[in-house]
């Protein structure tokens, strides 16, 4: 796949365990953050990139 010239965008923060109420919420907060982590992976995979290699590079 051909890299093309745009930035690679950041992933989205975790949540923090602190912001889950922990009473089964439909969706939860981790939920959300599932759905734009998977938003993100597929824009990064557009953009040419492999997301696990930049996931692991990410602090």
């Not at 890299?3 to 602190?18: F, G, V």
Request: include cysteine.
């Amino acid at each position: 796949m051909a890299k093309l010239d745009h930035p690679i965008p950041k992933p989205p923060p975790m949540p923090d365990e602190a912001e889950c109420c922990h009473r089964g919420c439909e969706p939860c907060i981790f939920d959300y953050y599932d759905k734009a982590m998977e938003r993100w992976e597929a824009r990064v995979r557009a953009l040419g990139h492999d997301p696990e290699e930049l996931k692991r590079r990410t602090p």
